[in-house]
């Protein structure tokens, strides 16, 4: 069965930094762009960052670049998201998502996580 397991959230101040990991199982790994959505209190959920299936391309949301790094180790299954200088307004729940596409739409991710949360102090 397909499965998705993020894992890393937590609080911290703003200025500092999160790894947010996720692992695959394998049917959904290999061959899948990854990406990571987050949804903010009262917000829709949005699009934060994307890799493709062999991790030679990245994507990022405006408010993620510079910021933010995805990275995948198909060895183990994994993608992960580093986060740093985080500011108040990146406290969401985190969800880890697979697209047999390459995409940055939520409508072309079928697998989806159950979320982990952020939560960053001012």
């Known amino acids: 069965q397909a499965r998705l397991v993020e894992s890393g959230g937590g609080v911290v101040q703003a200025g500092g930094s999160l790894r947010l990991s996720c692992a695959a199982s394998g049917r959904i790994f290999s061959g899948y762009t990854m990406g990571w959505f987050r949804q903010a209190p009262g917000k829709e959920r949005e699009f934060a960052a994307a890799?493709?299936?062999?991790?030679?391309?990245?994507y990022y949301a405006d408010s993620a670049k510079g910021r933010f790094t995805i990275s995948r180790d198909n060895a183990k299954n994994t993608v992960d998201l580093q986060m740093n200088s985080l500011k108040p307004e990146d406290t969401a729940v985190y969800y880890c998502?697979?697209?047999?596409?390459?995409?940055?739409?939520?409508?072309?991710?079928?697998?989806w996580g159950q979320g982990t949360q952020v939560t960053v102090s001012s």
């Open positions: 998502a697979a697209s047999p596409s390459l995409s940055t739409w939520q409508r072309n991710y079928i697998y």
């Open positions: 890799i493709s299936s062999g991790g030679d391309r990245q």
